[in-house]
């Protein structure tokens, strides 16, 4: 089976400094999607970025990047000049087969002004 | 619509009690999706509809959950007889189409307290 863990469930970090949220996942597949959502307490999943397993070049969305090392089975979130909007949970996603998205325990961000 | 409508947005019902969360899709969004979030803890994979057809239920906690849609549109989770372990928040998301380049879009979610 196919499962996610996020090792830090919580985090801190200064305005505008960088933070690092790590996600391991095992599986046996080798073509596969990950992602990391944001949920702030309005509870709405807002997804953050997604990294296809065949492609070997980091995703980035602006201040978001990922470090994808696919055979250490790690995919860790690195949020740069983080805002206070930023505070949230993060969660760590694995889609295999299409349809059954698997999540890590999430990681409460807080972002300290 | 602009999002993924869930509703209620809270419910609270009596043990035993029969309960129907109700999800509406993005418009246009062939695939949709059933979770359910535990209080402190990451999304457990329910189900997934492609049109009005749920090809795998095993992801259903047992046989008192349901679910359904009609029309490829509208979504209904029916639980019978709740049990306090089914205390969580619902969550639905919708897709154009399946599969991991077709962002999952979520809604904000049935919070759903079994007394």
């Known amino acids: 089976a196919q499962t996610v863990t996020q090792s830090q469930p919580e985090m801190s970090v200064q305005e505008a400094e960088t933070v690092t949220l790590s996600c391991t996942y095992d599986t046996s597949e080798s073509d596969y999607y990950l992602f990391w959502y944001k949920q702030p307490p309005s509870r709405q999943m807002i997804l953050v970025i997604r990294?296809?397993?065949?492609?070997?070049q980091n995703a980035t969305e602006n201040r978001f990047s990922v470090n994808f090392q696919k055979a250490a089975k790690s995919f860790s979130l690195k949020i740069s000049d983080s805002q206070l909007g930023d505070a949230a949970m993060y969660f760590c996603?694995?889609?295999?087969?299409?349809?059954?998205?698997?999540f890590g325990a999430g990681t409460r961000l807080t972002v300290k002004p | 619509g602009a999002g993924v409508s869930q509703s209620p947005s809270n419910k609270v019902t009596e043990k035993g009690k029969d309960v129907e969360l109700r999800c509406d899709p993005i418009?246009?969004?062939?695939?949709l999706y059933w979770y359910r979030q535990s209080l402190g803890q990451g999304l457990e994979f329910l189900i997934y509809?492609?049109?009005?057809?749920?090809?795998?239920k095993s992801g259903l906690p047992s046989d008192r959950f349901s679910a359904e849609r009609t029309g490829g549109s509208v979504s209904t989770l029916t639980i019978q007889r709740t049990q306090q372990e089914d205390s969580a928040v619902y969550l639905c998301?919708?897709?154009?189409?399946?599969?991991?380049?077709?962002?999952?879009?979520f809604g904000d979610g049935t919070r759903l307290s079994i007394l």
């Open positions: 509809f492609q049109g009005n057809s749920a090809p795998d």
């Open positions: 418009s246009g969004h062939t695939a």
């Open positions: 998301a919708s897709s154009y189409r399946l599969g991991g380049r077709q962002p999952q879009h």
């Open positions: 996603a694995y889609l295999y087969n299409n349809n059954d998205m698997r």
């Open positions: 990294q296809e397993a065949y492609k070997q």
